[in-house]
């Protein structure tokens, strides 16, 4: 059976870290915990899991402290885990038939990386990660901040799923900090960098500069298709807080050239149009992301509800605004099999059941 080494980097993790670590002490046959800086308990926490513990000096550079915890490994797999990570019992039992079965020819395992979720505790937001590595293929991480192993040689795609758990808060303007100081030090970005850059710039409400970073991204010759698709995704929502709706919808539409059309960018079109009362042109993007298929292996971010609950909801909504509530009622119930708990699915079926009702009468 191959062995694993489970390398992390920890600062000030007291409050979460020995619920991660009680989830694969069974799994792991090595565990590496490189502290950078923390002032709280969690290098004690660490200790009752471990003796291999190390410190690094934060450089605000991810891949560094990263690279280091892997240079500590000696087992045939490097598996990384955040602090606030966790494993449930299920796909604990996953990763321990995955450990058993691993054919030592396979570079990277891919992972399900769960990182929202909804009131029910449903996995709303995920992605593919690179989460187990061959120790002897040396892969290095990349990047300062949202830093990356690009996956090559024999791949492994499999269904065991980490939950990204957050009990705290980090520090919003942490990652943006980062960026304007390597800007500042004259260091230019790659690619990969630009994209996130640019969404921090969204996510700190600073939309013009984001749509000219994300332009710069756009024109380069070396973008992945699914960051490029979540750019246009990201820029388009730019745009309608700029207030130019059809730059807006030509960002949408733009992402088309870059690979068939996700649910995430039909739902957006037809959250456009339904703002903009065109419930049947609005109708026809819903229908159309209720028919794909979650893209299982693409790589890119996914929101889970985009293939099933919320154009369900936006038909039942869609539909009760025309006047055909039948069809509304419908929808509603099919993203009640979805979601039989969610109080706006509750509230929808009440309402249907008094107005189907009166239309009988």
Not at 97 to 123: C, G, Q, R
Not at 174 to 188: A, C, D, V
């Amino acid at each position: 059976m191959p062995t694993i080494s489970l390398c992390m980097i920890v600062k000030n993790e007291e409050s979460v870290l020995g619920r991660c670590l009680s989830c694969v002490k069974d799994i792991a046959d090595e565990i590496i915990v490189v502290d950078t800086g923390s002032e709280d308990k969690t290098k004690e926490i660490a200790a009752m899991y471990t003796d291999k513990i190390y410190d690094f000096e934060w450089i605000d550079d991810f891949a560094a402290a990263r690279n280091f915890s892997f240079s500590k490994a000696k087992m045939d797999y490097i598996m990384w885990l955040d602090a606030d990570d966790i494993i449930d019992y299920e796909n604990r039992q996953k990763l321990l038939e995955l450990k058993s079965s691993l054919d030592l020819s396979t570079d990277i395992v891919m992972m399900k990386y769960h990182v929202a979720f909804d009131d029910n505790d449903n996995p709303t937001f995920s992605y593919y990660r690179e989460r187990l590595m061959k120790r002897s293929r040396h892969f290095l991480w990349k990047g300062e901040i949202h830093e990356v192993i690009t996956p090559s040689g024999n791949i492994k795609y499999c269904d065991v799923a980490v939950f990204h758990k957050k009990l705290k808060v980090n520090d919003p303007d942490r990652n943006i900090r980062i960026f304007e100081k390597l800007l500042k030090e004259g260091k230019k970005l790659e690619t990969r960098q630009k994209f996130y850059y640019a969404r921090e710039l969204y996510y700190h409400e600073k939309y013009s500069e984001a749509v000219k970073v994300f332009e710069e991204f756009f024109n380069a010759d070396d973008k992945w298709i699914e960051n490029s698709i979540s750019a246009c995704l990201d820029i388009s929502r730019c745009y309608l807080r700029l207030g130019d709706e059809n730059k807006a919808l030509q960002s949408l539409f733009n992402s088309f050239i870059y690979d068939s059309p996700r649910a995430e960018i039909c739902c957006e079109i037809g959250f456009i149009k339904m703002k903009n009362k065109k419930y049947n042109e609005a109708i026809f993007w819903y229908e159309l992301a209720s028919k794909m298929k979650y893209p299982i292996q693409s790589g890119g971010f996914s929101s889970v509800d985009c293939y099933g609950y919320i154009p369900y909801m936006q038909l039942c909504v869609c539909y009760d605004k025309i006047g055909k509530y039948q069809e509304a009622c419908n929808y509603n119930e099919k993203a009640g099999k979805i979601k039989p708990d969610d109080k706006n699915y509750l509230a929808n079926k009440r309402y249907f059941d008094q107005r189907l009702k009166n239309i009988k009468k």
